[in-house]
Every structure is written in structure tokens, then in C-alpha cells.
């Protein structure tokens, strides 16, 4: 089971995923699906994806975040991902996921940067 806390920062929203494991093909689908549908309905927000609460993740969760991230692109938005763990972080390494993710370990100063690139493109 997993559950979503949102948090909107002016343009970003901040998907804070609580779930000590994302794992289940069929929770993961739900998860992937409900950001996709947030974000269907918001044209030029940006997200934050919030993992520091999220023990394990299946690799099945790689192929929701690529399509939630091709959503906010669609939206003219940007994503990025934060508070991966160390063996979580090591899938996105070894599949090459980490260079077309922008990811940080730290969240606050993730949103900061984040926050100041997406104010200052305007």
C-alpha cells in the first residue's frame, strides 16, 4: 500500500510517497496512474517525486516514472526525483535511468535549486 501527500511550491508540486515498499505490479501501476491523472489536469507544473519515505521499489516502478514523466512533459512541465535510497539509487545507475532523471539525495535542497531554475526560465 502506498500513499501520496502533495505540497504545491508556486509552479512545483512536491508527491512526498509514503510506502515502506512499492513492489506490487498492481500498486505500482496505481501509483504511476495517479500522478498522471494530478498532472493531466495541471499545464506547466513541475514535479518533484519525494522517495525519501519508500524503502524498496520494484524495477517495475522504472517504466511509471518514465511514463509520468513523459506526462509532465506533455504539460510543459520538467520532473525530478529526490530521497532515493542507496540500493534504489543503484537500479537508476545501472539501467542509465540516472542521466535522464535529474536526482538528488537531498529533498529541501533539491526543491531549492528546482525552485530557482523554474522561476527564473520565465
Known amino acids: 500500500m502506498f500513499n501520496i501527500e502533495y505540497k504545491k ?3 512545483i508540486v512536491v508527491a512526498i510517497v509514503y510506502s515502506n515498499q512499492v ?3 498492481t500498486l505500482v501501476q496505481d501509483f504511476g496512474d495517479e500522478i498522471v491523472k ?3 489536469d495541471r499545464p506547466h507544473s513541475h514535479l518533484l517525486l519525494n522517495f525519501s519515505k519508500v524503502d524498496f521499489m520494484s524495477s517495475a516502478m522504472l517504466t511509471e516514472l ?3 514523466n513523459d506526462t509532465v512533459r506533455r504539460q510543459r512541465g520538467s520532473m525530478r526525483i529526490c530521497g532515493l ?3 534504489m539509487r543503484e537500479i537508476f545507475t545501472i539501467t542509465k535511468l540516472d542521466n535522464m532523471f535529474h536526482i538528488e539525495d537531498d529533498c529541501k ?3 531549492k535549486t528546482f525552485h530557482g531554475e523554474v522561476t ?3
Open 9 to 11: 511550491y508556486g509552479p
Open 23 to 25: 513492489v506490487d505490479s
Open 38 to 40: 494530478f498532472f493531466e
Open 66 to 68: 518514465l511514463r509520468i
Open 85 to 87: 535510497r542507496k540500493q
Open 109 to 111: 535542497a533539491c526543491l
Open 120 to 122: 527564473n526560465a520565465k
